[in-house]
């Protein structure tokens, strides 16, 4: 039984016609924080983020901390600049200049999620200070902290209470204070409009004498390389302050701008038209930041902290002097403590000043007068900037300023010569660090750096070169390496002296590439046969002190390559930058050109590539780049792409030529154009790479949206390049996938799908077998050798493309790709070990691949690599080359990590390329992931991998002893000492904790007493009390570190569900696709690929890791649904074979699969067997879905429920979901497996919260319903959880608050189930599953189909374009079981008719073979079409001739215990205001305010009947609710008879908080409602209700009304008013139970069981319809339970005004047709006859002045019957032709007139609607028909032989007299019968239901004295019986008899079924029958004895 518990509802409402279908767009406000705001940063805790509102820019605001989902403010207790300090560093906003209070930003309307906050300063995460505690606090939102940050000026401008804070104090950069530099405007720090900070303000440069010397001086200021260009005229846009330097003429040697010649300080004579800019060499080279993020930059460098700078006063120049440090708007000093080199050589660096050479203290440079800013600084040497070494924090100090620090650079003096045994080449950048530890390089005795004695540190000491074998390829290796251009000479026999220390190197024979002067094959080291009269010496092109070059020669020893003849040099000029230009050769002292004569892209790859700019995206000649004007040095070059320097080239000779200027070649490489930001195309590059068996390769996806589809491209030699498209098919492309880390590929296509390449094709005919772990492992024709071109350009789609965010470095998927750490160009691979998860360790240093030395390498070092690898954790660390001795560099040594590091090189070790060890020494790793694990041993398991750390540093867990990792005895590490912990509570909860923390799922047991063994070091927990919820074990309650009261023998132990029972993955199948849906084999996938979406193509599946395709054979849509269903398409659209979508490559893994088409896999159907077939790829089977092309970007929680597995695992390895039995994924009973074992939930306390959990965790939207009671089935395994409370937030179910695993007090036929949104409905009915559907005369898309989504819209075929003929169309609707479904129309335009006989919309409540017609409709329509549970079908008919642009309709869904009320607390308000709220499932939840407005709450109000809405209010006016949000979004049109009749975003679907509460008030007092109740009526009592109607006017209402109407009532009213008028009801009372399925009224426009549905009548109506025609039926049901007051209407009629009439008289029909209607279609009266007119009399019309009138017989003039079960039809035709012609101008009419006769009564009645046009075939088409009703009569007869009939009235009879009635039909159709139904007395005439007595009732017998008699004829009834009375009081008696009137010999009528048994108070419908009153009867003397009726 179900119960409507209370609620008011409305159901005749409408919608508007103009409706437009839209989606709803909601501006996303606090639910997507962290995306929006690049000032939040999450922090160490899940969801925690940061941001600074109501500030006027990102930098300043109210503190506010997302916390659980939701934003809330700070307290200002305690809060100071330190807490504020945190804040702005955190958000990357420099530091605090302010940390107002008392909500100086406006106060928050969140939760206050933090007070007392007490930072030190150097927190990384405002969370980590110390504070009271989330949600802990005593203050209001008048006290919301706030924060100003010193880059809150770069921004918009703040509001001038800020601006104070935000100045900066005077710095002095050059010789003036305050003075600092910065490039604007220009996409990166390095070029732009040249601006100067002077006095306070930033002004500008005017170009008046500005050439290159001066910008030079800008470049070499800022750290910017050199000046490419100095462009003036405000090229970059002009400025807006003062104009503050003019004619400035540098020199180029200054060392700050301002120290040039000018004209003084803000004197000029020019405008910001003049403005001046700069682009330096640098600017094209890095990323393009937006102007205004750049520090503004000074000589020194910015931090991390905005606005922090570093620079040397005092020192002559600016790489020498005192440390200055900018700190807060002050220059402050540095105290010398601890000051040494390496504190030193990070200044050096930072300032680009080359290295240290002296760290003097003692304020060498002068005692300072700012504030000491630093002390005790400890650097390692190896910091970006001098703050980021550890220190004793800022202003913190015990110095004076006696104890200044200063530095000395090796950059300091401007180069001057040093004498040679002070050289700092010798020992610092100049020298280069080799493969072999403390190697380096030095010239000297020659003068310079660059000139002399070529000596190498080796072991310590500096040893010489012999001069045997040397050249100059051997002193240009030496050069290279020292920066230092290249070899003008290579004298030997001791040149430059000879050296005292060991010859180290002899023979040494290189060839000139290499990087190194030990990388050259030599003798070995110290292995020589010369003495030092043959020292090796060298003089490069860079000494001699190198004068300052001329500007337009500044590329010159930069881009300087040597070659083969000496002084030779190349530059590109005239470009914009140094990548691009005329090509021209520094020759004999002199620039000169090359001539384009066969000048090409290879010519033009040499240049390129000589300058390191690339390769050469163009090679133009004909002088683009201008004409030159120097000699033409070369022509007729030509390269062939490979050679290192141009000149190399084949070419005439030098100076040999025959062109001019006009033909001088060009070039432009790739890294022109000032390189910004690249496109996505370019993004992964070097993150996506991955270096393969050859150094520098790398492999990358381009154009392709995102970082897993585009085109392929392959870093070979430095120059990206592509791959041909010949052979490529998804063997290779999914080699590529699995290398980048982007699962596998759905496609492969060629033909430059991703656009064509520019660089080379390197590689051709790629024929991967699809294992390789790197694409160039794959055969292939050999590096550079194709035959193609770049429209064959291979690309990849992968199957992580599109949905997969770019991952931060450090979690790649396949991180062999370079991962940056600290220095840029890092990565890490491991070599040699058969996969790539073991091997030897290499790292990618400087370009070149070397080893780690295996000093002190252990598993924390290896436990690194293996994370950083993406390998799981370490099982082995193997030392002394286990995979074989490196030939490399050794690039690190002493490695020592604590296993927390996300890179290897970020692990403490000895430096760069210093180390004491050999190649013997070569460390290896073996990971977990690795494909030939061995078993580690205990002691080797990777104790740090799980490890986390926790709130304090270098905590971490590990479990020993215990065979493997997940068990044994739990040690903490804590302050570097592995320590236990005691057993005193410990239990399964603190168990649960470590096993988490430790990723080994949960725990299965917690055993103490030392199970595993008793420990050795210290006990640091004890007492530890956890709630089995914390992240750490540390975070549980505990007595504190160190304290405890017991001993070893109580150390606890942990056994976890995934001890011994983790299988250990293969990378081959690690990417396969988890996408896909696990069937009934572990590893079996399916996918559709090549049919440009997921939902179409060739059909393929993962069989023993191979993909495979399907034979055809039997395949069709049934097969075809089961795969688009477990893919998530919808349904089948198509079956095609013969490999409609390509043939396939791999293995034919399926043949002849016959599917039922409900199996849930493919695997499942019936098919002959793995790898069985007898077919070929070219009979491959495909399939097309539903979903196919139509599906655009779905919402959020949709996106994977299709590609989610069924089964999610958690967080616990071995635990997992599913939903069974519920026909698909995401609807049945709950199970989780547990210890292996599938079990089921309880239901205790289930409900949306939790099912919200379990659709979540499935990727299946959200939770519709929470059945319980075993709805889905009862289980058959363990009932593994009992009590589950989720709040819905949890990520998984096992992670919501439960008994425990296994604890459980219920049964199976408890087991819990859920109904997700994404669910898809699967009857098990045929006709259910396939679209009806029938050819029309145009293909269409959209005819039909199943809609199983909570709301969702569809259309007519082809809509708005016309709809086809013949069209047959059946969607069906069903939502979740306990919802129902409301249906509008937005649209409708088809076919009208009076009866929607041609084209029409029926909507069913329930299936298409359902009796319950909600409606037929053909006309527009606002009315809302309600189902009465959760099924609908909606059934578009089109006839042969009329089409229009048809119908768009919307559908939505709500649950069928729906309720409304309002709440509010102010008693004042009154019953009919309040906040609104919803009752489903038990709980009360509110709605949210978006869109909320005045229509929406008159719905609300007059669902509720309190009158008119006054007033909408949000923003919880009325206090905000508590449950859920049940609806958002909801858009009225304000006619709605529910709140659940608008539209909305669904329910439970919402993107707001109760702060947005909607409430309403209303102009009403509520109506006094009862509480629902059960009603039990009269049980004995007989009634009587409906009737037939047929007086012009009325009234009529429910049995018993005012009183409660009974239960099980089934009452008609038919209405017949006179011919050519219509009917009008108006309901004046309504009230009913609530909700349209249980107690309603219908109103039906004509008889009830042949008409359409007008509206269906609820609970709470008011309103009025009207019928088309003169008759109209009501309907009032009544279910079995709940009873009311009932309803009260009344009825009139009004004309019709129709132009055709039609009278159903008893021998005849009249049709009637006006001559004014026949004249407007061009006919005169004597053209319309009936079309059988034979030419008899009888048949021709009658005309008038007015009419045309014609009688047509039942039984003549080609009248013709037909009969159904619910009518006999009288038909025939008027026509009216034109006359015969070779053409026509005018349509023929054709007039359709039909008596329909209800068989079973005779209704006298017209039923005729407004003249409707229909025009087919050129003819005018009217149909006009009308409903009638036989006329019976009846009457007494004076006796048995039915001689006289009485005709007194009343009729005077005796008791108990004998009283004969004979009744009989008048109408001339001769085959009918009649048949006595009912009859029923009454003392009253017009009331039969309060005092009534019956003789025979739906032909039984009631009275003994009835007895019917033998008729002379079918068409006459007769019967007797006895007369009586009712009591003394009523004297007289009525008769009201009902007879029925059917075909004479059917059989199947009612007249031949007799008597029909059912219900007594289901009285039946009346209009199949004849109400006749007979009487009164009335006692002719008193009674003798009263007689009461039996």
Request: charged residues 15%; negative net charge.
């Amino acid at each position: 039984m179900m119960l409507a518990l209370s609620g008011d509802f409305s159901f005749w409402s409408f919608s508007p016609s103009s409706l437009i279908l839209a989606f709803v767009f909601v501006a996303i406000k606090d639910t997507l924080p962290t995306t929006t705001l690049p000032a939040s940063t999450v922090g160490p805790e899940s969801s925690l983020a940061l941001r600074l509102v109501n500030g006027g820019d990102r930098c300043q605001g109210r503190v506010e901390v997302l916390y659980r989902g939701s934003w809330g403010t700070v307290c200002d207790d305690s809060w100071d600049t330190n807490d504020a300090n945190v804040v702005c560093r955190q958000l990357g906003c420099g530091w605090a200049t302010s940390a107002p209070g008392n909500a100086r930003f406006g106060q928050g309307s969140g939760p206050i999620v933090l007070d007392d906050v007490r930072c030190s300063g150097h927190e990384s995460y405002l969370w980590s200070c110390p504070n009271n505690g989330w949600l802990s606090h005593n203050c209001g939102h008048h006290e919301d902290a706030g924060v100003i940050c010193s880059a809150a000026q770069s921004r918009s401008t703040p509001r001038p209470d800020t601006l104070s804070t935000i100045t900066l104090p005077p710095s002095t950069v050059g010789s003036e204070s305050s003075l600092t530099l910065r490039l604007v405007n220009g996409s990166d720090r390095c070029q732009g409009r040249v601006e100067v900070l002077y006095r306070g303000s930033w002004g500008t440069v005017c170009d008046d004498s500005w050439d290159t010397n001066d910008a030079n001086v800008v470049c070499r200021q800022l750290g910017c390389g050199w000046a490419t260009s100095a462009p003036g005229n405000a090229r970059f846009g002009q400025g807006s302050g003062p104009i503050v330097l003019d004619d400035v003429r540098c020199s180029g040697h200054e060392s700050y701008l301002w120290s040039c010649p000018h004209n003084g300080w803000l004197s000029h004579n020019c405008g910001h038209h003049e403005d001046a800019g700069v682009i330096c060499s640098v600017s094209q080279s890095r990323p393009t930041p937006s102007p205004d993020t750049w520090p503004t930059s000074h000589a020194s460098t910015a931090g991390p902290e905005s606005s922090l700078a570093l620079r040397l006063v005092n020192g002559g120049d600016r790489c020498q002097g005192r440390v200055e440090v900018l700190y807060r708007g002050s220059w402050g000093t540095v105290c010398d403590d601890s000051w040494d080199t390496s504190d030193a050589n990070v200044v050096c660096r930072q300032l680009g000043c080359g290295w240290a050479t002296s760290a003097p203290g003692n304020a060498r440079f002068g005692q300072g007068s700012g504030p000491i800013v630093l002390d005790d600084v400890r650097c390692s040497g190896y910091e970006s900037y001098l703050w980021s070494c550890p220190h004793n924090g800022w202003l913190s100090h015990n110095c004076q300023h006696s104890e200044d620090a200063g530095v000395i650079c090796s950059a300091a003096h401007s180069w001057s010569t040093p004498s040679p045994d002070t050289l700092p080449t010798i020992t610092l950048p100049a020298s280069t660090v080799g493969s072999e530890s403390s190697l380096a390089l030095r010239l000297v005795n020659g003068g310079d750096r660059c000139q002399g004695r070529v000596e190498v540190l080796y072991q310590g000491s500096w040893g010489t070169v012999c001069d045997d074998s040397w050249d100059t390829n051997d002193a240009n290796v030496v050069c290279r390496q020292l920066g230092c251009g290249w070899a003008m000479s290579a004298p030997g026999n001791a040149r430059f002296g000879q050296g005292s220390g060991p010859i180290v190197l002899d023979d040494v024979r290189c060839s000139g590439h290499e990087s190194y002067l030990w990388s050259c094959p030599h003798n070995g080291w110290l292995s020589h046969n010369c003495g030092h009269s043959e020292d090796a010496g060298v003089i490069c092109s860079a000494s001699q002190s190198r004068p300052t070059p001329s500007p337009d020669t500044w590329p010159t020893s930069h881009a300087s390559t040597a070659g083969s003849e000496s002084s030779l040099a190349l530059r590109l000029v005239n470009g914009g930058d140094r990548c691009q230009g005329r090509v021209e050769v520094l020759y004999r002292g002199s620039w000169g050109t090359v001539c384009d004569d066969y000048w090409d892209t290879n010519d033009a790859n040499v240049v390129c590539r000589q300058l390191g700019c690339g390769w050469a995206m163009s090679a133009p000649g004909n002088a683009r780049f201008g004409q030159g004007s120097g000699p033409i040095v070369l022509d007729d070059v030509r390269c062939s792409g490979h050679e290192s320097y141009l000149w190399s080239c084949p070419h005439n000779g030098w100076l040999s030529h025959n062109c001019g200027h006009h033909e001088d070649a060009g070039v432009i490489c790739s890294a022109s154009q000032s390189q910004p930001t690249p496109s996505p195309d370019t993004w992964p590059t070097s993150h996506a790479s991955t270096a393969g068996s050859e150094s520098s390769l790398a492999l990358r996806l381009v154009n392709g949206g995102d970082r897993c589809q585009g085109r392929v491209e392959v870093l070979y030699r430095g120059s990206w390049g592509t791959v041909c498209d010949d052979y490529w098919d998804t063997n290779d492309a999914n080699v590529v996938c699995r290398q980048l880390g982007c699962g596998w590929a759905t496609s492969a296509p060629g033909n430059a799908r991703f656009g064509q390449g520019s660089g080379p094709i390197v590689l051709d005919d790629v024929r991967c077998s699809g294992h390789e772990s790197y694409l160039w492992s794959c055969p292939h024709n050999g590096w550079l050798s194709h035959n193609c071109g770049h429209h064959e350009d291979a690309g990849v789609i992968c199957s992580a493309s599109q949905s997969q965010p770019t991952p931060s470095p450090d979690t790649w998927p396949t991180s062999h790709a370079s991962t940056a750490g600290s220095e840029s160009s890092l990565a890490l691979r491991l070599v040699n070990g058969g996969d790539r998860c073991q091997g030897r360790v290499e790292v990618l240093y400087r370009g070149s691949w070397g080893t780690v030395c295996d000093d002190y390498w252990d598993t924390n070092d290896a436990n690194v690599v293996c994370r950083q690898l993406g390998c799981g954790w370490a099982t082995s660390a193997p030392g002394n080359a286990r995979f074989g001795q490196g030939s490399g560099p050794i690039v690190l040594d002493d490695v020592r990590c604590s296993g927390h590091e996300s890179y290897l090189w970020s692990c403490p070790h000895n430096g760069w390329l210093s180390h004491n060890c050999g190649h013997h020494e070569d460390a290896g790793v073996i990971c977990s992931a690795s494909q030939s694990q061995p078993t580690p041993s205990p002691d080797t398991w990777p104790t740090s991998h799980a490890s986390t750390a926790g709130s304090e540093s270098s905590l971490a867990l590990r479990l020993v002893n215990g065979g493997d990792r997940c068990q044994g005895r739990v040690e903490v590490l804590y302050r570097g000492s592995w320590g236990t912990v005691c057993d005193d509570y410990w239990d399964t909860n603190d168990a649960n904790v470590v096993c988490r923390q430790l990723g080994c799922g949960w725990a299965t047991s917690a055993p103490g007493n030392a199970r595993f063994g008793q420990g050795s070091g210290p006990i640091v927990l004890d007492d530890v009390r956890c709630s089995g919820h914390e992240s750490y074990l540390w975070s549980c309650p505990h007595n504190g570190w160190l304290s405890h009261n017991c001993g070893h023998h109580e150390d606890a132990g942990v056994i976890c569900s995934a001890s011994q029972s983790q299988p250990t993955p293969s990378p081959d199948t690690w990417p396969t696709s988890r996408a896909s849906t696990a069937g009934s084999e572990s590893t079996l996938a399916l996918r559709l690929v090549n049919g440009g979406d997921r939902c179409r193509g060739r059909v393929e599946v993962l069989y023993q890791g191979s993909w495979g395709t399907v034979c055809d054979d039997y395949w069709d849509t049934n097969d075809a649904n089961v795969v688009c269903r477990q893919l998530g398409c919808g349904w089948a659209m198509s079956a095609p074979g013969n490999a409609q979508f390509g043939q396939g490559s791999g293995p034919i893994v399926l043949d002849d699969v016959r599917c039922s088409g409900h199996e849930s896999y493919l695997w499942s159907c019936p098919h002959n067997g793995w790898l069985s077939h007898n077919c070929g790829h070219h009979e491959d089977a495909g399939v097309i879905c539903s979903a196919a092309q139509s599906q655009s970007t779905p919402r959020p929680d949709t996106w994977l429920t299709t590609n989610l597995p069924a089964l999610t695992v958690g967080s616990e390895s071995s635990l997992a979901l599913r939903l069974v039995n519920g026909g698909d994924r995401c609807r049945g009973r709950v199970e989780v497996l547990y210890r292996g074992s599938w079990g089921t939930v309880c239901d205790d306390s289930w409900d949306t919260n939790d099912a919200n959990v379990v659709c979540r965790q499935l990727g299946c939207g959200w939770a519709m319903s929470a059945p319980g009671n075993a709805r889905f089935g009862q289980g058959s395994g363990p009932i593994v959880l009992d009590d589950v409370r989720c709040s819905g937030n949890e990520s998984y179910l096992w992670s919501c608050p439960h008994k425990g695993w296994l604890t459980h007090n219920c049964g199976h036929h408890e087991d819990a189930g859920v109904i997700c949104s994404a669910t898809q409905i699967n009857s098990t009915t045929t006709d259910w599953w396939h679209p009806t559907t029938t050819t029309t005369a145009r293909p269409s898309s959209n005819c039909g189909g199943f809609l199983f989504y909570a709301s969702g819209t569809f259309s007519s075929p082809s809509y708005p374009a016309y709809y086809p003929n013949n069209a047959k169309c059946v969607w069906e609707i069903e939502v979740n079981s306990g919802y129902r479904i409301n249906l509008g129309f937005s649209n409708l335009k088809l076919e009208a008719h009076h009866n929607c006989s041609f084209d029409y919309v029926e909507i069913f409540d329930g299936s298409l073979n359902s009796s319950l017609l909600l409606g037929k409709i053909c006309n527009d329509t606002r009315q809302i079409f309600t189902s009465s549970y959760n099924r609908m079908t909606i059934h578009f008919r089109s006839d042969i001739s009329f089409q229009n642009t048809g119908f768009l309709a919307w559908y939505n869904s709500f649950p069928s215990d729906a309720t409304l009320r309002l709440v509010n607390l102010n008693s004042s308000y009154g019953l009919c205001a309040g906040r609104v709220e919803i009752y489903h499932g038990g709980t009360w939840g509110t709605v949210c305010d978006d869109s909320w407005t005045i229509q929406e709450a008159e719905v609300v109000c007059r669902q509720l009947g309190c009158g008119r809405a006054v007033s909408a209010l949000g923003n919880a006016y009325f206090g905000s609710g508590s449950g859920p949000i049940t609806l958002d979004d909801v858009e009225c049109s304000g006619t709605e008879s529910t709140l659940w009749q608008c539209r909305n975003r669904g329910w439970f679907s919402h993107n707001c908080n109760h702060r947005e509460d909607a409430g309403v008030i209303c102009s009403g007092n509520h109506l006094s409602t009862p509480a629902p109740f059960l009603n039990i009526t009269r049980p004995n009592t007989d009634y009587s209700c409906g009737g037939f109607l047929s007086q012009p006017s009325g009234d009529f209402s429910s049995p018993f009304y005012p009183g409660n109407y009974p239960n099980n009532a089934k009452c008609v009213w038919d209405i017949e008013v006179q011919n050519n008028y219509r009917v009008t009801v108006i309901f004046r009372d309504v009230q009913l139970e609530g909700g349209c399925n249980y107690d309603y009224i219908e109103v039906f426009d004509g008889p009830y069981r042949s008409s359409p549905l007008i509206a269906r009548v609820c609970d709470g109506a008011r309103g009025s319809f009207t019928s088309s025609s003169n008759f109209m039926s009501i309907r009032f049901i009544s279910d079995h339970s709940i009873t009311r007051r009932g309803f009260r209407a009344e009825y009139y009629s009004s004309p019709s005004n129709d132009s055709t009439n039609l009278l159903c008289l008893p021998n005849h029909m009249q049709a009637s047709v006006s001559r004014s209607y026949l004249q407007s279609l061009g006919f005169s009266a004597s053209d319309l006859v009936i079309s059988t007119w034979n030419g008899y009399y009888e048949c021709r019309p009658q005309i008038t002045p007015n009419l045309v009138i014609f009688t047509i017989p039942y039984s003549g003039c080609g009248t013709f019957k037909q009969a159904d079960n619910d009518t006999i039809d009288y038909s025939n035709f008027l026509t009216a032709a034109v006359s015969g012609g070779i053409i026509k101008r005018r349509t023929d009419l054709r007039i359709h007139v039909s008596c329909r006769m209800l068989q079973n009564t005779w209704v006298d009645t017209m039923y005729i609607a407004n003249d409707t046009i229909h025009v087919a075939n050129n003819t005018i088409q009217v149909e006009e028909v009308q409903y009638g009703n036989f006329d019976v009569n009846i009457s007494f007869y004076t006796s048995s032989s039915f001689l006289y009939p009485v005709t007194s009235r009343p009729y005077y009879v005796d008791l108990n007299q004998d009283l004969y009635v004979q009744a009989e039909i008048l109408h001339s159709d001769a085959v009918l019968t009649l048949f006595v139904d009912t009859c029923v007395a009454s003392p009253y005439s017009n009331d039969f239901t309060s005092l009534t007595y019956d003789l025979i009732r739906s032909g039984c017998v009631r009275d003994d004295t009835y007895g019917p008699y033998s008729s002379p004829s079918l068409r006459i009834a007769r019967f007797r019986f006895r007369a009586f009375h009712f009591l003394n009081r009523f004297p007289s008696v009525y008769l009201r008899c009902k007879m029925v009137v059917c075909r004479a010999y059917d059989p199947s009528s009612r007249c031949y079924r007799g008597c029909v048994l059912r219900s007594k108070r289901d009285v039946g419908s009346y209009q199949e029958k004849v109400d006749v009153v007979l009487g009164p009867i009335q006692l002719q003397t008193p009674p003798r004895r009263e007689e009461e009726p039996r």
